[in-house]
């Protein structure tokens, strides 16, 4: 059964810019971008708990193919997966949750 996603404003954000970003660079490379997202969002409903706690109760999943994490907190008694940022790995996180 999957939880309940939800993405905060701050990493809508962040996807746009990034898809923006990509797509000066490359035409479509951007969708590329959001597809793989949207494919670790998928697992992240499905099982949040495959990804261990790093930095309090925030978890990372890295995108594949894209240097980009997803910081996400789970709520296991509520069933929510709770997205507050997508950086790019050189991105320092822990000032920007």
């Not at 099982?47 to 240097?67: D, E, I, V």
């Amino acid at each position: 059964m999957s939880c309940r996603l939800i993405v905060s404003v701050r990493a809508e954000t962040d996807l746009r810019e990034a898809f923006v970003w990509y797509e000066q660079r490359t035409s479509g490379l951007g969708h590329d971008f959001l597809r793989c997202v949207e494919t670790k969002l998928e697992l992240l409903a499905r099982s949040p708990q495959l990804f261990r706690q790093r930095f309090g109760p925030h978890r990372l999943a890295a995108t594949a193919r894209f240097p980009y994490a997803i910081y996400f907190i789970w709520d296991e008694v509520n069933r929510i997966v709770a997205v507050r940022r997508v950086l790019h790995f050189k991105q320092d996180s822990r000032f920007q949750m």
